[in-house]
Antibody, heavy 116, light 105 residues
Framework: EEQLVESGGGLVQPGGSLRLSCAVS????????MSWVRQAPGKGLEWVSI???????HYAASVKGRFTISRDDSKSMLYLQMSNLRAEDTAVYYC??????????WGQGTLVTVSS | EIVLTQSPGTLSLSPGERATLSCRAS???????VAWYQHKPGQAPRLLIY???HRATGIPDRFSGSGSGTDFTLTISRLEPEDFAVYYC??????FGQGTKLEIK
């Protein structure tokens, strides 16, 4: 059974950095398209970033230049390195696996709070 | 960038009724790349429909998807109590619509 478990969330000051992790099991992380999606308090789902099976990466305009998605097959991990964080980055962050037609499986999310 | 607009924002219905949720794209989208998700508070989003009309594994047949071009629809034929949630459309595993909240009337 495929599973995804996020970690690394927490409280960080504006301008700070944080790295989110997504531990996967039941599949090889590079075999699928892996994404990060977030939900700010009281808001809808917002796509953040995707890494293709061949390694191409794409980002939402709101995080481009500040966030970096990466993966490590040997550790079965997906990462999201977040820097220069802003209050509007406060959200629950989900990792998801799938392809360009769907996000098939999701983790339970990790909360990031950006506040002084 | 393609913008997805969902309507209505909130839909108030009773169990047993039929729900029709709309998703309109700002430009034509291949139906292969349109998906629908259900999201309940405190839970992970759940894939319902992919490629506009294909039910994901384990999804009851009361859920159906249709559409092409710029207009897509999610239909729930007879609402069960567990169906009250927020529903999102998505294209190309990127942009989401703003969501439709399905609430109990």
């Amino acid at each position: 059974e495929e599973q995804l478990v996020e970690s690394g969330g927490g409280l960080v000051q504006p301008g700070g950095s944080l790295r989110l992790s997504c531990a996967v099991s039941g599949f090889i992380v590079s075999s699928k398209y892996m994404s990060w999606v977030r939900q700010a308090p009281g808001k809808g789902l917002e796509w953040v970033s995707i890494i293709y099976s061949l390694g191409d990466t794409h980002y939402a305009a709101s995080v481009k230049g500040r966030f970096t998605i990466s993966r490590d097959d040997s550790k079965s991990m997906l990462y999201l390195q977040m820097s220069n964080l802003r209050a509007e980055d406060t959200a629950v962050y989900y990792c998801a696996r799938g392809d360009l037609t769907m996000m098939q499986d999701w983790g339970q999310g990790t909360l990031v709070t950006v506040s002084s | 960038e393609i913008v997805l607009t969902q309507s209505p924002g909130t839909l108030s219905l009773s169990p047993g009724e039929r729900a029709t949720l709309s998703c309109r794209a700002s430009q034509s989208v291949s139906s292969s790349y349109v998906a629908w998700y259900q999201h309940k508070p405190g839970q992970a989003p759940r894939l319902l429909i992919y490629s506009a009309s294909h039910r994901a594994t384990g999804i009851p047949d009361r859920f159906s998807g249709s559409g092409s071009g710029t207009d897509f629809t999610l239909t729930i034929s007879r609402l069960e109590p567990e169906d009250f949630a927020v529903y999102y459309c998505q294209e190309h595993s990127s942009s989401f619509g703003q969501g439709t909240k399905l609430e109990i009337k």
